[in-house]
T-cell receptor, first 115, second 111 residues
Framework: GAGVSQSPSNKVTEKGKDVELRCDPI?????LYWYRQSLGQGLEFLIYFQGNSAPDKSGLPSDRFSAERTGGSVSTLTIQRTQQEDSAVYLCASSLLRIGNTEAFFGQGTRLTVV | QKEVEQNSGPLSVPEGAIASLNCTYSDRGSQSFFWYRQYSGKSPELIMS????GDKEDGRFTAQLNKASQYVSLLIRDSQPSDSATYLCAVITSGTYKYIFGTGTRLKVLA
């Protein structure tokens, strides 16, 4: 696609429910990133994919968070047993990640509200 | 020490002036540097990338990189009220392909 696409744009869920957030990267981009941004805060790294593998998942806050990427394209971030502190905007970015061209482009984000 | 540091601001400049935004980073081996603009309620938008020491110009924007001093800056010439936003500095640190972001500088351009 022309840009990084995330769905849903907004998600309201009850505490304790599971949620799935989807990211469709720019076509041909091998690297895919998930970040989280709480209100008024900076971007917090969660996980990075190169192809279908995740060389760095050091930012996942707890074992309630998991992510996968299939076909070197679409990625899904799953949060199990959601808590109120999970409320944030979840941002996905993709990059070609080649020498001299490591620019990353963000999707519009998914605003998650846990009530 | 934070890996990427920025003054949170707000930085207020009059319309038409030059806005100067600064960022320092801790990993001397970093090779890739980026400036993003983020409007309130929106996602970050890439403005500039810079990989080599010196200046890189794109329209009203100039990125400056000094690896010896470990800082990167962004100059916005002829600032417009529409430039009012939070500007995020990002760095890819050595040994990883993870983008580390500063907390951002809020810029206000006064009409």
């Amino acid at each position: 696609g022309a840009g990084v696409s995330q769905s849903p744009s907004n998600k309201v869920t009850e505490k304790g429910k599971d949620v799935e957030l989807r990211c469709d990267p720019i076509s041909g981009h091998t690297a895919l990133y998930w970040y989280r941004q709480s209100l008024g805060q900076g971007l917090e790294f969660l996980i990075y994919f190169q192809g279908n593998s995740a060389p760095d998942k050091s930012g996942l806050p707890s074992d309630r968070f998991s992510a996968e990427r299939t076909g070197g394209s679409v990625s899904t971030l799953t949060i199990q047993r959601t808590q109120q502190e999970d409320s944030a905007v979840y941002l996905c970015a993709s990059s070609l990640l080649r020498i001299g061209n490591t620019e990353a482009f963000f999707g519009q984000g998914t605003r998650l509200t846990v009530v | 020490q934070k890996e990427v540091e920025q003054n949170s601001g707000p930085l207020s400049v009059p319309e038409g002036a030059i806005a100067s935004l600064n960022c320092t980073y801790s990993d001397r081996g970093s090779q890739s540097f980026f400036w993003y603009r983020q409007y309130s309620g929106k996602s970050p938008e890439l403005i500039m990338s810079i990989y080599s020491n010196g200046d890189k110009e794109d329209g009203r924007f100039t990125a400056q990189l000094n690896k010896a001093s470990q800082y990167v800056s962004l100059l916005i010439r002829d600032s417009q009220p529409s430039d009012s936003a939070t500007y995020l500095c990002a760095v890819i640190t050595s040994g990883t392909y993870k983008y580390i972001f500063g907390t951002g500088t809020r810029l206000k351009v006064l009409a």
